[in-house]
């Protein structure tokens, strides 16, 4: 029987446990909060978006960083398997729009506790407020790897055939999840992409602030790099005192890591639902309508009050001058921002404020089929620490999920 020893009781780090337990193997789960699953507890806004009911195929087209590594990893543990696993454990799921699953009950806490349960039953050592700080390979073959951890001040030392690893990225690091993990295989000489946030809000150029709360639904939001459309989708954004959030936009940013952010450019489609002639028509139906007043005041059937100005001054139209005075090419111009109103990227926010952490275990030192580092034979890495990410959707618990398991399997194995 081979000994594991689990670091990080994430989504990841618990599902490895369970798998690794269910193969045989005896099990030491180190967490280094008082109790497991803090990020997975605020998931989804506090409802869990626990997967995606699509197909592994599906799931690999979502996953914006190393999809092919990621491909054997998904057909072994499904989001079928995701979905089975927690009915299986007493927590019945429904499937929403974009085919996100949730628990029918909207509580990302029956998905911690389900977890939790699942791995007291499987006769896994759960150690709490335990911080595992490093780790050592065996001396030679045959010798355990050796954890290092502090409990209440005191230096621990823990020793194992098999360490998985399951730290998680750096995002929302009040949940524990701070980058223990890359400094562990940094130590060990392990190679760790550059740390970027992904999945983030963006702050932008021009100053947003005094729209701050207000919600755009149904528009298409493009992101440029150059002339080439990166991302594009229709949905819901919003601005914030910073600049621009939402599912939309956190999105976008996900497609807009290759170059420093404030290269790209982005787009908003306000009225994707009206071909160019309807927008035209609409247009000239409001101004005949308000055509005795200023051009500014022409706007407000067709747009929310606040974002009047922001539209009139990318037209370069002078709002006080008569609607009726307004020209076919300025119209057309009006048309253009409509369609494509610009919103000018500064920088991401903090990496602290990403859902996801992009970067992390460079994929070339790890074998896609059992997430052993290649290097360290007996080493496993698993979740939001390898450099593997996707956009919302469900994807990233899968992601966890997935390679989690896979780890868990290839750990418990005899030789
Ligand atoms: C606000 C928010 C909402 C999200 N919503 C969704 C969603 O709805 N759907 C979705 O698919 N994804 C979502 N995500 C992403 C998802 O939460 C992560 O991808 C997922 O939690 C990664 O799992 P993990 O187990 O790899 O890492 P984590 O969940 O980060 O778990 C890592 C664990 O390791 C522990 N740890 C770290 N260092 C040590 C150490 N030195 N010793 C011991 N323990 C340690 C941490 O305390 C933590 O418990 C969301 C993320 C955020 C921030």
New binding site residues.
């Given amino acids: 029987m081979k000994s594991v020893i689990v670091?990080?009781?994430?989504?990841?780090?618990?599902?490895a446990s369970v798998a690794a337990a269910g193969a045989g193997a005896s099990v030491t789960l180190?967490?280094?909060?008082p109790f497991?699953?803090?990020?997975?507890r605020?998931?989804?806004?506090g409802?869990?978006?626990?997967?995606?009911n699509c197909s592994p195929r599906e799931v690999v087209e979502a996953v914006t960083a190393n999809p092919k590594f990621l491909y054997g990893a998904v057909n072994r543990f499904t989001p079928s398997d995701t979905i089975a696993f927690f009915e299986n454990a007493g927590v019945p799921l429904k499937t929403e729009r974009g085919r996100?699953v949730f628990p029918v009950s909207d509580k990302?806490l029956d998905i911690q506790q389900a977890m939790i349960r699942r791995v007291r039953e499987a006769g896994v050592r759960l150690l709490c407020d335990?911080?595992?700080?490093a780790l050592t390979p065996p001396d030679a073959p045959g010798e355990p790897w050796t954890a290092s951890?502090v409990w209440k001040e005191k230096k621990q030392l823990f020793t194992a055939d098999r360490v998985i690893l399951?730290?998680?990225?750096v995002?929302?690091p009040l949940?524990?999840?701070?980058?223990?993990?890359h400094r562990?295989l940094r130590d060990l000489g392990v190679a760790v992409t550059e740390l970027k946030p992904s999945?983030v809000p963006i702050e932008t150029k021009e100053n947003f602030a005094p729209l701050a709360g207000l919600t755009l639904k149904n528009v298409v939001l493009t992101a440029w790099l150059g002339e080439s459309a990166v991302f594009s989708e229709m949905g819901e954004m919003l601005f914030a005192h910073f600049g621009v959030t939402g599912p939309l936009v956190l999105s976008a940013s996900a497609n807009m890591q290759k170059r420093p952010v404030s290269e790209y450019g982005m787009t908003v489609n306000l009225k994707p639902a009206l071909t160019p002639e309807e927008l035209d028509r609409r247009i000239r139906s409001d101004f005949e309508k308000y055509a005795a007043k200023d051009f500014v005041n022409a706007l407000t059937d067709l747009l929310p009050k606040s974002l009047i100005p922001y539209v009139v001054k990318q037209t370069g139209i002078d709002p006080r001058k008569k609607t009726a005075e307004v020209t076919k090419e300025e119209r057309q111009t009006l048309a253009g921002v409509l369609s494509g109103f610009r919103i000018a990227p500064k920088a991401f926010r903090p990496i602290e404020e990403?859902?996801?952490t992009a970067g992390g275990a460079d994929v070339r030192e790890i074998d896609p089929k059992t997430m052993e580092v290649r290097r360290f034979p007996g080493l496993y890495v698993?979740?939001?620490?390898?450099d593997v990410?996707?956009y919302?959707?469900?994807?990233?618990?899968?992601?966890?999920f997935s390679?989690?398991h896979a780890a868990g399997l290839a750990a418990a194995a005899e030789d």
């Fill in positions: 670091v990080g009781a994430g989504p990841a780090g618990m599902l180190i967490e280094r909060n497991p699953g803090k990020k997975l605020i998931t989804g806004k409802r869990c978006n626990v997967t995606n996100r990302a335990t911080r595992v700080t951890a399951a730290t998680g990225g995002s929302y949940t524990g999840s701070d980058g223990d993990g562990m999945l990403a859902i996801i698993a979740g939001e620490l390898l990410n996707a919302t959707g469900g994807y990233n618990l899968q992601i966890a390679t989690a």
